[in-house]
């Protein structure tokens, strides 16, 4: 399967514990981008990667979560300290740089804080 | 900013109906526009997408079309399929090419199709 992959799909923690999502793009795009669905809402927008630089975040995304793209490659999401309101499922896709708004999801990572 | 605006749903259809899924969006510049579809159980995926005014974008029996003057870009399909049942998602992005272009959503729209 190439195609954008997500780990792990479902994450259960309790409030103030940190949990980290990994996301593994297609090999052969350049841009990540995160995204948050809640239910009942479209995906917004957390942060975006050009290869291994991070090159905008949404101010939804507060100083608890930290994203990275060593190598330009895979990506991590963490959230410290974990909150109830940061339960949501956590997408990840990517794109090339030649198709405009054409992005490949994962099927997401969802999480439940207790 | 950017924002999109998607008819409520739930949408429920019997086999072989029309379907409409209305869009309207706000945008700074000249926004391209898209139709995003989740199955159940699986990842959003790309239904189809217009990059400038009165173009049609067409997929699967879908088509939709950018229409600036009413910054609308609904969804249509003549012959509703069971296996049309999805939630279905109208984006839009702007930016220069050196830009996240990150795509913003409306709130989808689920749609059941019955036999």
């Known amino acids: 399967d190439t195609g954008v992959s997500q780990d792990p799909r479902h994450k259960i923690t309790k409030r103030g514990q940190n949990v980290t999502f990994r996301c593994d793009p297609i090999?052969?795009?350049?841009?990540l981008y995160w995204y948050r669905q809640t239910l009942g809402q479209g995906p917004e927008f957390l942060t975006y990667?050009?290869?291994?630089?991070?090159?905008?975040k949404s101010r939804l995304l507060s100083d608890r979560f930290s994203a990275e793209r060593p190598k330009g490659s895979f990506s991590t999401l963490e959230i410290q300290r974990t909150e109830q309101g940061d339960s949501a499922m956590y997408l990840c896709?990517?794109?090339?740089?030649?198709?405009?708004?054409?992005?490949?999801f994962g099927e997401g990572s969802r999480l439940t804080v207790l | 900013g950017n924002s999109v605006t998607q008819m409520e749903g739930p949408v429920t259809l019997s086999e072989e109906a029309f379907l409409t899924i209305n869009c309207t969006y706000t945008?700074?510049?000249?926004?391209?526009l898209f139709w995003y579809v989740q199955y159940p159980g699986e990842g959003l995926q790309l239904l189809l997408k217009?990059?400038?005014?009165?173009d049609k974008g067409s997929n699967k029996g879908f088509e939709a079309t950018y229409r600036k003057e009413t910054t609308s870009f609904h969804l249509e399909k003549g012959s509703v399929q069971v296996s049309d049942s999805a939630v279905y998602f109208c984006?839009?992005?702007?930016?220069?090419?050196?830009?996240?272009?990150?795509?913003?959503f409306g709130s989808g729209t689920q749609l059941t199709v019955l036999p």
């Open positions: 896709a990517s794109s090339s740089d030649f198709a405009v708004g054409e992005l490949f």
């Open positions: 984006a839009l992005t702007t930016g220069t090419s050196g830009s996240a272009r990150q795509l913003t």
């Open positions: 090999s052969e795009h350049n841009r």
């Open positions: 945008a700074t510049g000249y926004p391209s």
């Open positions: 217009a990059t400038k005014a009165d």
């Open positions: 990667f050009q290869n291994e630089a991070q090159l905008e």
